[in-house]
């Protein structure tokens, strides 16, 4: 910041007509279903990487990656069976509505 301002204040004592050179900026816009993906996606990750995976069976985490991987998309199909799972599947369900995203979203459901 204090960079570009001394470019602007040079420009202005030396009388400099050339345009300021451009700043960046990302094009892409995520929409509000790729936000969400991308913070519940951190949010995965990073409990995974506290907790560890320890009591949580391939089922579970198979199906939650492949939620993951199709960009939180597909149906809901994460059943937590194990203590484990359960408070880890609690945790995400905090985590997302910390990071404003509806009860809906989440992946978890036990069907028969």
């Given amino acids: 910041m204090r960079v570009l301002a001394k ?14 050179p451009a700043i960046a900026q990302d094009a892409r816009q995520q929409s509000w279903s790729q936000v969400k993906c991308e913070r519940y ?3 995965w990750s990073d409990v ?10 391939q089922a579970f985490i198979a199906s939650h990656e492949a939620f993951l991987a199709s960009g939180c998309t597909s149906q809901a199909n994460v059943c937590p069976r194990s203590a484990e799972e359960l408070d880890l ?20 459901a036990c069907r028969r």
């Fill in 89 to 108: 599947a609690n945790i995400l369900v905090i985590a997302a509505m910390n990071a404003g995203t509806a009860s809906t979203f989440l992946p978890f």
């Fill in 48 to 57: 995974l990487a506290r907790r560890g995976t320890k009591g949580l069976g």
């Fill in 41 to 43: 996606t951190k949010a």
């Fill in 7 to 20: 470019v602007i204040a040079m420009a202005l004592v030396a009388g400099v007509q050339q345009p300021l």
